[in-house]
């Protein structure tokens, strides 16, 4: 494998995370624990691999026989690398105070997936080469951080909520993108009708758009919480000029609005 092979490789999952940094720009992480979380993500992959193994010795492989496919895609691939992608998540990143708002389950959630996509793509280059290498820079890599985003949506959510209320939103991150991983690869792996491999792109495009709206809502809160914590701050210092709480209430009305559109969303999962 070349260095230019390996560069390329490397770099999609680089640039994904470096595009979720500039995103958290409102209260950023440790660079130090994003670091490790992507590290994580590397060293989660051989635990998965080890399941995967596993089930191909019972058999669990692509096949022409649909029901197997299906096995494989939901109940292997999916669950297996969804599975410690979540544990590392909860691992490294849930406990810390650093995790102080809704965005950092999306920041951190992402870091691990991108060390997971990252250490995947190099192995697929050095079986594959470059073209595959290209290929999943605008596919499966850009699938790793949808599912990321979703599962760390929610994660993110589940800190900040009662203990119902999250145990219920990390139990749907997880299982949502279990099922999102499986039905991606269902239809890629599936080789019954050709034609239906097609549906992993369309399932990629719509992940794509709905966690791009699932961004911004935690990174407006971010915004929102940043400025109320800014204007608390100044209103110790009031000017004769300004009111001081106008600001606050403005932000506190848009996070208002934020919370309606996030019900809203819940509403739709459920």
């Known amino acids: 494998m070349s260095i230019i092979q390996t560069i390329l490789a490397i770099l999609p ?134 599912i990321a985003i979703f599962m760390g949506y929610h994660i993110g959510l589940a800190k900040f909520r009662t203990s119902s209320k999250g145990l219920f939103h990390l139990f749907l991150g997880f299982v949502g993108a279990v099922l999102i991983h499986g039905a991606y690869d269902f239809f890629l792996l599936q080789n019954s009708i050709p034609q239906l491999s097609m549906l992993a792109l369309v399932i990629l495009a719509i992940c794509i758009y709905y966690t791009w709206k699932l961004v911004k809502l935690h990174e407006e809160d971010s915004r929102v919480q940043a400025t109320a914590t800014a204007e608390v701050l100044d209103a110790a210092i009031p000017t004769e000029m300004d009111s001081p709480t106008t600001g606050i209430r403005m932000n506190l009305n848009k996070k208002k609005d934020n919370d309606s559109e996030r019900k809203d969303w819940d509403d739709f999962l459920q």
């Open 13 to 146: 999952g680089i640039a994904i995370c470096c595009w979720m940094f500039y995103r958290d720009r409102h209260n950023r992480e440790p660079i130090l624990l994003l670091i490790a979380c992507f590290l994580a993500g590397v060293g989660s992959s051989f635990p998965a691999i080890l399941m995967e193994r596993f089930a191909f010795t019972l058999g669990i492989t692509e096949s022409g026989d649909i029901l197997q496919t299906f096995i494989l895609a939901f109940g292997v691939v999916g669950f297996s690398e969804e599975l410690v992608k979540f544990v590392c998540v909860m691992l490294f990143a849930y406990p810390w105070k650093a995790f102080d708002e809704p965005l950092d389950g999306i920041v951190y959630t992402v870091m691990v997936g991108m060390g997971f996509a990252t250490i995947e793509n190099l192995i697929y280059s050095n079986l594959y080469g470059l073209d595959t290498v290209i290929l999943r820079a605008f596919t499966a890599v850009p699938a790793h951080a949808a």
